[in-house]
């Protein structure tokens, strides 16, 4: 089992920044996928940026130029730096990651979220 726990959230203004983070904790894999995903109020959640245990960043259209996802293997931390935010970027963002491994040969995926940490952006 892994364990995550978000940080960072808040009250911010228009144009401001935040800094979100997500430790991992528990039984890891050494080959996983990570992500933050955002649900706003009547919304789907939704993918923000991921990254992977080979470390090629991904982001979503809406938050390229502003967002940048970064880890921390050693300490088994994802950064989510978000710069610039816009009241419509207001939402719980949610830290998740899945873990890759072969169990008798077949390979197999454990996918784990954290409980959310509320993000604010308003004047």
């Known amino acids: 089992q892994v364990q995550l726990a978000e940080s960072g959230g808040g009250l911010v203004q228009p144009g401001g920044s935040l800094r979100l983070s997500c430790v991992a904790s528990g039984s890891m894999f050494s080959i996983y996928s990570m992500a933050w995903y955002r649900q706003a109020p009547g919304k789907e959640r939704e993918v923000v940026a991921r990254i992977a245990s080979g470390g090629s960043p991904d982001y979503a259209d809406f938050v390229k130029g502003r967002f940048t996802i970064s880890k921390d293997d050693a300490r088994n931390t994802m950064v989510l730096q978000m710069n610039s935010l816009k009241p419509e970027d207001t939402a719980v963002y949610y830290c998740?990651?899945?873990?890759?491994?072969?169990?008798?040969?077949?390979?197999?995926?454990?996918?784990?979220w954290g409980q959310g940490t509320q993000v604010t952006v308003s004047s």
């Open positions: 998740w990651r899945r873990d890759y491994y072969s169990d008798h040969g077949a390979q197999c995926e454990n996918d784990y």
